[in-house]
């Protein structure tokens, strides 16, 4: 299947800096990638969508300027968090769609990224 | 909205009993239907993607069934592992493509 990294896979963090997340499909193109945020024994939450060479779309209560993300190419997108505060703490999941035929297409995961801000 | 509900939150058997996870969604209006297994502090693994248009699914010990009319997916675990030890997630996809996500239900396999 596609393969979909992060880095880094761990960031402990003061708290008021800024910090960026990288998501990239290895072996396959992806003009949509997708955020998601998962708290502790809870489900995973959507985020944002970013599409290559456009501004995300955020989800309801999700602060862009809090949770800036950029997808300048077909194999990378960002996430950065800035002004990280405690109450960022969670562990992020990105995934790339695999482009196909019309319709949503299956999504790749990455493995996750877990921010610790003290 | 569209809200997904796993039952049990968490299960624990022997080792060689079958397992049966169950998913129930409000809106049927959904274009797939997926189940993913997480460890602990990792990413998820997609075990089956079910269309909506399709009744069911299997890979190799694992049979996932969906009935989109009553809003209700199961998936089936047999002869369970210890290795199966996980929380399995069901998430349902709308026509825009977004994931909408249960809760999980955590399971124990024990030896």
């Known amino acids: 299947g596609a393969v979909v990294s992060q880095h880094p896979s761990r960031v402990i963090c003061k708290s008021g800096t800024s910090v960026k997340i990288e998501c990239r499909s290895l072996?396959?193109?992806?003009?949509?990638m997708f955020w998601y945020r998962q708290f502790p024994k809870k489900s995973l939450m959507l985020m944002a969508t970013?599409?290559?060479?456009?501004?995300?779309?955020?989800e309801q209560g999700v602060e862009k300027d809090k949770f800036l993300i950029n997808h300048a190419s077909l194999t990378l997108s960002t996430l950065t968090v800035t002004s990280a505060h405690p109450e960022d703490s969670s562990f992020y999941i990105c995934?790339?769609?695999?482009?196909?035929?019309?319709?949503?297409?299956?999504?790749?995961f990455g493995p996750g990224t877990r921010l610790t801000v003290l | 909205k569209q809200e997904v509900t796993q039952i049990p939150a968490a299960l624990s058997v022997p080792e060689g009993e079958n397992l049966v996870l169950n998913c129930s969604f409000t809106?049927?209006?959904?274009?797939?239907l997926q189940w993913f297994r997480q460890d602990p502090g990792k990413g998820l693994t997609s075990l089956l993607l079910?269309?909506?248009?399709?009744r069911e699914q299997t890979s190799g010990r694992l049979n996932a069934s969906l009935d989109k009319s009553s809003g209700r997916s199961t998936l089936y675990i047999a002869a369970s592992q210890p290795g199966d030890s996980a929380t399995y997630l069901c998430?349902?996809?709308?026509?825009?493509?977004?994931?909408?996500f249960g809760a999980g239900t955590q399971v124990v396999v024990t030896p």
């Open positions: 995934s790339g769609e695999l482009a196909g035929g019309p319709g949503p297409n299956e999504q790749f």
């Open positions: 072996d396959f193109q992806a003009t949509t």
């Open positions: 970013s599409n290559e060479g456009s501004k995300a779309t955020y």
């Open positions: 809106d049927s209006a959904i274009y797939n």
């Open positions: 079910i269309q909506s248009s399709q």
């Open positions: 998430a349902v996809t709308d026509s825009w493509g977004k994931l909408q």
